[in-house]
């Protein structure tokens, strides 16, 4: 069983930065594409970024684009999340997952768990 562990959050000042990781067990994961969601308090759980399994492709949504990187260490098992130039509105808890893409955005894989996430607080 694949289980995502995610580390890094924290509270951080507008206009600072983060850098989230996302360890997975499991021998798959260089498999996946990767992805990251996350859920603001009263909101639903939305996608942030994701890469594909070689790391060639990346994709952001339109509210990060310019300021998020993903990465990704297959020999780790790691993707990263470099979070730039932060924003109140990027407050949440940030969870990571293997992505399947749905249209024009991406969902967690259904064969893969949510991990407990990591809390990421900007204040203005």
């Known amino acids: 069983q694949v289980q995502p562990v995610e580390s890094g959050g924290g509270l951080v000042q507008a206009g600072g930065s983060l850098r989230l990781s996302c360890a997975a067990s499991?021998?798959?994961?260089?498999?996946?594409?990767m992805a990251w969601f996350r859920q603001a308090p009263g909101k639903e759980r939305e996608f942030v970024t994701s890469?594909?399994?070689?790391?060639?492709?990346?994709y952001y949504a339109d509210s990060v684009k310019g300021r998020f990187t993903i990465s990704r260490d297959n020999a780790k098992n790691t993707v990263y999340l470099q979070m730039n130039s932060l924003k109140p509105e990027d407050t949440a808890v940030y969870y990571c997952?293997?992505?399947?893409?749905?249209?024009?955005?991406?969902?967690?894989?259904?064969?893969?768990?949510w991990g407990q996430g990591t809390q990421v607080t900007v204040s203005s």
């Open positions: 890469i594909s399994w070689s790391g060639i492709s990346t």
């Open positions: 997952a293997a992505g399947v893409r749905n249209g024009r955005t991406w969902e967690k894989h259904p064969n893969w768990p």
């Open positions: 499991g021998r798959t994961f260089s498999s996946y594409a």
